[in-house]
């Protein structure tokens, strides 16, 4: 058990709809990361947040947004889905990122599937 | 953005061979993380090599970082069914930390 949950772990919605992943980072983690992982793209970095800002972005869509709240769980938000959109959705936690060899512990994912 | 290639890409295997999987990158590598993710779970990290010509042992896993920092291998000795997976490749350029670009992977296989 990494102490990353997200929630929910399955998710089936149809294209045109707006779905919310939402992850949990490990006590005392600052720093939540929000990874898309497809067979055809592999696992690719979508965005960063540290203390409740934004600090990285990867290639995230923009129809995608995220946020990370005060008690520092995140939200992921992914509107207007479109079949390819259908991924496993990862959330990663670390304590600051403070080095270039930074542990990440990463959550169980959410799978969409979209229909 | 660097780019991380892996191969093989699938690899299926009897219980107790030897194994070794590849990762390549054109540009030098600032530090290399090693993960591997079984089915239903998230990648959970095996190793991080920084310096060119390291290798560090994990039980019967041996990770290498080449000497010019392009290229790391992970050999498997006498693998077991628990070994099978996802293993995974990734580095996040020593500009942006935590903000991990992976390689595609090699699905390795054991069977009993």
């Known amino acids: 058990d990494s102490g990353v949950t997200q929630t929910p772990k399955h998710l089936i919605t149809a294209t045109g709809q707006r779905v919310t992943l939402r992850c949990s980072p490990r006590?005392?983690?600052?720093?939540v990361y929000w990874y898309q992982q497809s067979l055809d793209q592999g696992l690719q970095f979508l965005i960063q947040y540290y203390n409740g800002e934004e600090r990285a972005k990867g290639n995230i869509l923009e129809r995608f947004s995220a946020q990370q709240f005060p008690d520092l769980h995140s939200e992921l938000n992914l509107s207007s889905l479109e079949l390819g959109d259908s991924a496993l959705y990862f959330c990663?936690?670390?304590?600051?990122?403070?080095?270039?060899?930074?542990?990440?512990?990463f959550g169980s994912g959410t799978q969409l599937s979209v229909l | 953005t660097q780019l991380l290639e892996q191969s093989p890409q699938f690899l299926s295997i009897q219980e107790g061979e030897n194994l070794t999987v590849y990762c390549n990158s054109s540009?030098?590598?600032?530090?290399l993380q090693w993960y591997r993710q079984e089915p239903g779970e998230g990648p959970v990290l095996l190793v991080t090599v920084v310096t060119g010509g390291e290798v560090k042992k994990l039980k019967r896993l041996t990770f290498q970082f080449g000497d010019a920092r392009k290229d790391s291998s992970l050999h498997i000795t006498a693998a077991q069914p628990g070994d099978t997976g996802l293993y995974l490749c990734a580095s996040d350029g020593g500009t942006s930390y935590g903000k991990l670009t992976f390689g595609q992977g090699t699905i390795l296989t054991v069977h009993p």
């Open positions: 540009s030098v590598f600032s530090s």
């Open positions: 990663a936690s670390s304590p600051f990122p403070q080095a270039s060899n930074e542990k990440l512990f």
């Open positions: 006590s005392g983690d600052l720093s």
